[in-house]
């Protein structure tokens, strides 16, 4: 059974940092590329960042470069998203992926989810 757990997030002032984490299991996780997405309320679930399947690569919504960043242990099946300087606009339950096929940046490309966690930032 895959299971792909979240954790990390939080209530935060604005211009904090979270460091969320996504614990996978199930899968042989070191092939995988994996991405971040994020969903606010009334709004579409959005990409957030992917990084390729040993980390070499990395991908990110052009607005959070340079405030977010993806890495990931492959020895501890994790993959990781550091979040500095957040924004009230940041308020949204993030979510991790396993790649599929496709384009990185597209919720159809990813083929297992986790249940996501709650980022809130507060102004």
């Known amino acids: 059974q895959v299971r792909l757990v979240e954790s990390g997030g939080g209530l935060v002032q604005a211009g904090g940092s979270l460091r969320l984490s996504c614990a996978a299991s199930?899968?042989?996780?070191?092939?995988?590329?994996m991405g971040w997405f994020r969903q606010a309320p009334g709004k579409e679930r959005e990409f957030v960042a992917a990084?390729?399947?040993?980390?070499?690569?990395?991908r990110y919504l052009d607005s959070l470069k340079g405030r977010f960043t993806i890495n990931r242990d492959n020895a501890k099946n994790t993959v990781y998203l550091q979040m500095n300087s957040l924004k009230p606009e940041d308020t949204a339950v993030y979510y991790c992926?396993?790649?599929?096929?496709?384009?990185?940046?597209?919720?159809?490309?990813?083929?297992?989810w986790g249940q996501g966690t709650q980022v809130t930032v507060s102004s």
């Open positions: 990084i390729s399947w040993g980390g070499g690569r990395t």
């Open positions: 992926a396993a790649f599929a096929s496709g384009n990185y940046d597209s919720t159809k490309s990813y083929k297992y």
């Open positions: 199930g899968i042989t996780f070191s092939t995988y590329t």
